[in-house]
């Protein structure tokens, strides 16, 4: 610690100068001359996500607390199940207005989609374990991953907020206007953005390339290695058996396609999930550098 400074100046020259937060909720066990590795963390995740963050924050908007951990709705872990973490890592940040969540890298560097649920769309906030459950008025969403003393103290920031129809809102990754649909392009900056249509037709056609062209370049290739191998294993099973049997040699190897095709069918819908899940634009992505422009209120 340097020059004998106090654990609360320590961490707020670790904090980004640009980002207004409310101390005491941020860092809630602070001691007056010890610094806690978590409490270093998540001002290390407010410093990386602070270019998301002048862009979108009001000029007003205080942060109340930021954690980490991998974003997933129902239906995203019926058909992501436990890769999602691998594709859908987050910074999740309360303020006094929203719950900002920030798609990032391994490292925790904003990638390509942001969301918000404004605070008075929150419905019921439970939790266990790493697990938090947070109700809207339209859907339920599980982020996991969290520390366990975290969970706990969400919960307590966000249980007297009140109920109201609505639910989670993407933002475009350029201008962070929010919208309650996936379109095709953002209405205030004119930003174009991937469509779930054509992610889930690629993924149709072939496992892996609707991931692609998400931008999901390792989680890609690693479906399309699969979905090759399932694809050269049925047809080693079928040539022989056509040889030696004819053409009823092609019901020895029908399960192997039935597989094969049920796998092409169930990435589709995976995949168009994960492309509604939020705005992939077409000619970038998240801020992840210095910026120059102006904040702006989404």
């Known amino acids: 610690m340097p020059g004998g400074a106090s654990g609360e100046e320590e961490l707020k020259a670790l904090l980004p100068a640009s980002v207004a937060v409310r101390f005491d909720e941020m860092f809630p066990s602070i001691r007056a001359r010890s610094v806690r590795r978590r409490d270093r963390q998540r001002a290390e995740m407010l410093r990386k996500a602070e270019p998301v963050l002048r862009r979108a924050l009001g000029p007003l908007e205080v942060v109340r607390f930021v954690t980490n951990g991998a974003r997933q709705f129902a239906w995203g872990l019926i058909t992501a199940g436990s890769m999602n973490p691998f594709t859908n890592r987050t910074t999740f940040v309360l303020t006094d207005k929203r719950i900002l969540l920030i ?11 942001a969301n918000q649920l404004p605070l008075e769309r929150v419905r019921r906030v439970t939790g266990r374990h790493s697990y938090a459950f947070i109700r809207t008025g339209r859907e339920q969403l599980m982020f996991h991953g969290v520390k366990r003393g975290e969970v706990k103290y969400l919960r307590g920031l ?11 809102q993407n933002l475009c990754p350029r201008c962070f206007a929010a919208t309650d649909d996936t379109p095709s392009a953002c209405e205030r900056c004119g ?3 991937k469509e779930p249509r054509k992610a889930a ?9 609707g991931d692609f062209y998400l931008g999901y370049h390792g989680y890609a290739l690693l479906e399309i290695l699969g979905a090759a191998f399932l694809w050269a294993l ?4 079928l040539v022989p058996a056509v040889r030696a049997r004819g053409f009823s040699g092609v019901l020895i190897a029908l399960p192997v396609l039935v597989f094969v095709v049920l796998l092409h069918g169930s990435d589709a819908i995976l ?5 509604r899940s939020g705005l992939h634009s077409i000619d970038g992505a998240l801020p992840s550098g210095d910026i120059e422009q102006t904040p702006t209120i989404s």
């Open 201 to 209: 037709l690629r993924s149709l056609l072939f496992p892996g390339l």
């Open 234 to 237: 049925f047809v080693t099973v």
């Open 158 to 168: 966000l249980e007297s907020t009140p109920a109201k129809e609505g639910g989670w």
């Open 191 to 193: 930003a174009k953005f």
């Open 103 to 113: 798609h990032t890298d391994s490292k925790q560097r904003p990638r390509f989609f």
């Open 271 to 275: 995949t168009r999930a994960k492309a």
